[in-house]
């Protein structure tokens, strides 16, 4: 029987190839992290974004400001309904899945719609990653 090439290690090495992981493991987290505050910045550049265009639209469409404020007031509805939805969706049928189906949902025609409604799920979905999972509770989707 041949020894495996872990036996054939000397403590030094051994420990030197622990530090290496766990320097690894730490730039993952702060990998991870660095995306999740992309997310949410994502987000609220796109609110700002809604607020900024509002007197451009009152101006194309010859709208008051009570009827332009309709667009801003749409876009909080939809971020209150979507992003306990989001969490339900992703908890059913798991991160990668939902995410997967977000990828491939870019190609629809109506984009623009898609947008906003995601950069809600997006939010929603990038803050569960730095949560905990409780202790016992196999991700969703796993078997």
Request: net charge positive.
């Amino acid at each position: 029987m041949e020894a495996s090439p872990k036996a054939d290690l000397s403590p030094r090495t051994s420990e030197a190839l622990a530090q290496h992981t766990h320097a690894a493991e730490e730039a993952r987290k702060w990998i991870v992290a660095a995306s999740v505050i992309l997310c949410t910045i994502l987000e609220v550049l796109d609110s700002s974004i809604v607020n900024v265009a509002l007197p451009h639209m009152q101006g194309s469409f010859s709208a008051t400001v009570d009827e332009v404020t309709w667009v801003v007031t749409t876009y909080l509805v939809a971020a209150g309904i979507m992003i306990p939805t989001t969490g339900w969706i992703a908890g059913r049928f798991g991160r990668k899945r939902y995410s997967a189906v977000q990828s491939q949902a870019t190609m629809i025609a109506l984009n623009n719609i898609y947008r906003m409604l995601t950069g809600v799920m997006i939010l929603a979905v990038s803050l569960t990653v730095l949560l905990p999972r409780p202790a016992g509770k196999a991700p969703a989707g796993a078997h």
